[in-house]
């Protein structure tokens, strides 16, 4: 319903949110709240030229009335009419549904929103997002994301990991891109990310109670899970091998834009193939900026290294894969003792098992395997857990953590090593990390980095 809008209403506008009709509740609680509709920000009783709506998503120009012209009323049924007339030729759209439709047909109503926005995507020219109005920009930027993956595009996401190389996984044209924009070999799979634990049915014919209770415990998260594939994931994901590596990012924006494809993302590093990861938007530009469509930016990622994988095989005990962002430690107490196979392989099973990978371009060399009476002091670097090596300036040094926290060094490993890769040193020394928790992935970054 529509209502004039004047200083009496203003001061109501509080009262029209905290008392709707139940439609109007329940449309905004199932549909319409927290980014639900696509990756759209919705309003509840905002004014509108010179009216108060019920709904109205800003980047869209949309308004949703939820419950019918007026209520039934004739006389402001008319100037109902009157007011839409106004607000049409404002460039509004206006949808309309009845307390019995958005009661008894809730995800009728749901479907009749989403198409009209994936039919009139392409024609809406976003609004410029008010001063401080980040809601609307992140809407603007999962829309522009959204329609670009659509269109087979590749677009780099953020995750609490590392920043992501994604385009449609069941796309092979789509997925082809992201291995000509890495120049990564077609021999090393890609992990599949999806918006939810309930979509592994969908591409793994094998989902065993152990592989289901680690999804249920750490998901949304830095596990990924290898399960035998379905037909649907193309072998070019996989590398021809028999399974997919299954994920569900633990970043908002990309489970809002994973809730809003139609399909899941294949999404690799995003960067060239055997350099360190990205941790920020930044890492990204600098290296892929002019290769890629679109990079949506989430800030830097919390966890810093990429997700553990955990394989399960018929008739086999899992296996972890890759060691990452969840530790050993934390796998085991959930389903029991788990071997692992981290050995690197010049043809790999999974992500990350490659002899050479996460490698800056200055080399890098354990402390304790060299004299470092034979080195150039002022041109060597250090990646150092939580206090300086001796004799090395202080300024070519990176401590991690110096609160002795895992957590915080392997959010910070792959910024450090950009930035000391960047100052042009002659050699990049690095240490041992305790061998427990995520200290067993730190170790293993550095030493395939070393090579």
């Keep these: 319903m529509f209502h004039h809008y004047n200083k009496k209403l203003k001061k109501n506008a509080q009262s029209h949110r905290n008392n709707g009709t139940k439609a109007e509740v329940r449309l905004w609680c199932e549909l319409l709240r927290n980014k639900q509709m696509l990756g759209f920000s919705f309003l509840r009783q905002r004014p509108i030229d010179n009216y108060i709506a019920d709904f109205f998503c800003k980047d869209l120009k949309l308004i949703i009335v939820a419950d019918g012209y007026s209520h039934g009323i004739e006389e402001i049924f008319i100037k109902d009419i009157e007011r839409e007339k106004r607000l049409i030729e404002l460039g509004y759209t206006i949808l309309r549904f009845s307390d019995k439709e958005v009661m008894n047909d809730i995800n009728n109503v749901g479907m009749s929103i989403e198409n009209w926005i994936n039919e009139n995507r392409e024609k809406i020219i976003p609004l410029p997002p008010s001063k401080g109005d980040t809601v609307s920009t992140e809407s603007l930027q999962i829309s522009k994301a959204v329609q670009l993956l659509l269109d087979g595009k590749v677009v780099a996401i953020p995750t609490e990991t590392v920043y992501g190389l994604a385009a449609n996984a069941l796309n092979e044209d789509a997925v082809s891109s992201i291995f000509a924009i890495k120049k990564r070999p077609y021999f090393d799979p890609l992990i599949v990310h999806i918006g939810g634990e309930n979509e592994v049915v969908k591409y793994a014919s094998y989902y065993p109670e152990l592989a289901q209770k680690l999804a249920k415990t750490f ?13 649907l994931i193309p072998d070019m994901v996989t590398s021809g091998l028999p399974f997919v590596g299954l994920r569900v990012p633990n970043h908002s924006l990309s489970l809002q834009l994973l809730k809003a494809l139609p399909f899941p993302l294949a999404a690799p590093s995003a960067n060239p193939f055997g350099y360190v990861s990205p941790t920020s938007a930044k890492h990204v530009a600098d290296q892929l900026g002019d290769k890629i469509d679109y990079i949506l930016d989430g800030g830097s990622c919390e966890v810093g290294i990429e997700s553990t994988i955990v394989m399960f095989e018929k008739n086999n005990a899992p296996v972890i894969l890759r060691l990452g962002g969840l530790s050993v430690e934390a796998i085991e107490e959930c389903i029991g003792k788990v071997s692992l196979n981290i050995a690197s392989y010049s043809k790999p099973n999974s992500p990350g098992q490659l002899d050479k990978h996460y490698a800056t371009r200055t080399p890098l060399k354990l402390v304790n395997e060299l004299d470092l009476n034979t080195i150039n002091r002022a041109l060597t670097g250090a990646i150092v857990f ?5 004799n090395i300036p202080i300024e070519n040094q990176r401590i991690l953590s110096k609160n002795k926290s895992l957590a915080e060094a392997s959010k910070n490993l792959f910024s450090a090593m950009r930035d000391l890769d960047a100052c042009h040193l002659d050699l990049i020394l690095t ?5 427990e928790g995520l200290g067993l992935a730190i170790n293993d970054r550095l030493r395939r980095a070393r090579g």
């Design 386 to 390: 939580n206090k300086p090596i001796d």
């Design 431 to 435: 240490e041992m990390f305790p061998q």
């Design 219 to 231: 998901w949304p998260g830095p596990l990924t899970l290898i399960l035998p594939k379905k037909e």
